[in-house]
């Protein structure tokens, strides 16, 4: 059997002391385990974007993998560490938002409030629970304490509005969702919305792309288009260039899919 | 039993073939060895930098680990090459400093001037002792050779002045040793200086910060405060913002720790 | 037996999921898998310096080693995704180039174009074949699939002109392959021309650098000199400075070496 498998995604970026304190916590309880990170470069206290980030990868884990999520604007505060099981996963992290897509992905999701002081280091710093409190469960986790001896249900975690709303006129309003390291303008708008090449354009600030690529490639380099992304999502590029410095847009922007029939008739 | 388990610290950075290349070094000599990365961005010839990061990275691991660190300003010159074993836990590292803190955390470390060139990848480059000499005897570490076979001990080692000074009127002198990714100031003083909300304030600059938090999150945003921080030194912090920049402090910045009695009368 | 060894290089950077996707594939076919970053800061679409970063350091791993690089601006085109076998390692990438200094070691490699779909994810995303089609090879490979299985053997790869040209009078003319993060400017002229301190010196713009040194710290803090690089290439320095901010020297700069008896008079 492989050892137990660990992924890590915070905010804590690379050069400070704390993945790594982590990670020592984590291999004094559980020596076994093995470390993935996913990143630390979320920006501090994006709630929002670790979710979207959360949601782009643990999927393609196998099951049985432990996710462990430190963005924690609320370290220190009533906000809740949380221990959830989704499709077969388990994710640690705190209650303020961050399992959000995690969770949209399975009805039957069990969330459980992390209580039980016993798998806690001692004491417990009030500024630094990904060490004190998020590392030491995950690492116990992994070495096989069931889930139910870490605290009880829940029923209200967090939940972010990551919206994708259909309007009356056919339209679907949402926004962006990140800016990839290639300028690729990842929206949360579901990319089966632009079926064909006739389905419609994405309206973002006063831009209208119109036109549907199925590959980076077929378009020449400089133009804009639409693809439907790997993530499942649409988006907007431009072949080996950067589409979000091109258009100047940032994360939370709002976008617009706007049906054929609905489209500015100078288009 | 888990496999061997190596850390590695320098001021290598992520882009450039460095860490690639010592890793590749390990993985030969001690095929089962686990690595895991405190860091690589270190500012170049960072020595204090990260000494104090170390210092706060290597006591969360098992005993037994080995501690791979590079940040070497003098490579080529006569500077040493030095092994170290302190609280069960081995140190490889240039004799420059780097391993100040770690040495100051126990009385009876036993230091070794790494001589044996029967460990070194051959030739070694007069430019990359990581990859020649620090990376194949930390793999030779892990892979069984004992300490004594690397090299005679040696009483020397390089300390660096983490400086954190008593004055007579009962205040304390220090310094910034870091600023976090998240704008916190951590400094040299003991967190045990600020007993209680009424032990005294930090001077830094032109400022007093008079007020004690217990947790980030008890503060309202905007506020400058102090506070006993997750690496047992006083910190000043703002509750999610940038300390540092609205200071304007920087690493090696004095600071001073005054009682209560001894601030001045306009606070 | 050591598990296997899957090392990763790619343009993704480390803020996105793009890295973890790819892991979590490849711990889903192949668990006992062990994953090493060579770097993912390649700059996007630089199959140049890819080439460089892989050449100077796959050769420190193991034999048996997978080496993972998707640098692909021509993700989603016809450029063929192919597998290499040089010198006992397996090289999974795009047909872009980036294997050109692998390829120049070995005259005896073995390539094949990838084109069996059973080892590919299902759908293939037209954006992302680092995880729908090098990630899963690699993982193949790694858990025992034999190299003939993904596809036949093709005699005309990708290869960069990497350029090293001697000139009738003697002089060698090249260009900067790289700047490291301490400023070193490493050329793609061979260590070996500057065999002693009067072999000849090298010219990039409008300097002639004369000086040979034999380490950095032989040379006082701020002059600039040659040195044998720890990668077998000629690079100009300056001991604890930055020796490519002084130039204003850049990736892709031409320089020449000239002959000690085809030295301006002057010098």
């Known amino acids: 059997m492989a050892p137990p498998l660990i992924t ?3 905010d804590f970026g690379t050069a400070d002391h704390y993945v790594g304190a982590m ?3 984590m291999a004094c309880i ?3 385990a093995r470390f993935v990170d996913i990143t630390h470069d979320i920006e501090p206290y994006a709630i929002a974007d670790a979710a979207f980030t959360l949601g782009q990868s643990w999927q393609y884990y196998p099951k049985g993998t432990i996710h462990l999520v430190v963005v924690d604007p609320g370290v220190g505060s009533t906000r809740r560490p949380i221990l959830a099981e989704v499709g077969g996963h388990n994710f640690v992290a705190p209650d ?3 399992l959000t897509m995690v969770l949209a992905s399975d009805p039957i999701a069990i969330v459980r409030q992390i209580t039980n002081q016993r798998y806690f280091r001692n004491p417990v710093s009030q500024t630094f629970h990904g060490r004190d409190i998020f590392a030491p469960v995950a690492a116990h986790l992994a070495s096989g304490v069931p889930a139910v001896e870490f605290g009880d249900r829940i029923d209200d975690p967090v939940r972010l509005p990551f919206h994708d709303l259909q309007n009356p006129d056919g339209s679907c309003d949402g926004a962006v969702l990140r800016i990839d390291r290639f300028g690729n303008i990842i929206t949360s708008l579901r990319a089966d919305l632009a079926e064909t090449k006739e ?3 994405l309206e973002i600030g006063s831009r209208f792309v ?4 199925a590959s980076y490639s077929e378009v020449e380099p ?3 288009f639409l693809i439907r992304g790997s993530s499942g999502f649409l988006e907007i590029s431009i072949n080996q260039g950067n589409a979000a410095r091109e258009i100047g847009a940032g994360t939370g922007d709002p976008v617009r899919f706007r049906r054929a029939g609905d489209m500015p008739a100078n288009l």
């Open 222 to 224: 400089g133009s804009l």
């Open 199 to 201: 389905s419609g354009c």
């Open 96 to 98: 303020n938002g961050v």
């Open 210 to 213: 119109t036109r549907l690529a």
């Open 30 to 32: 559980c020596p076994e």
């Open 8 to 10: 890590l995604l915070t």
């Open 23 to 25: 990670k020592g916590v």
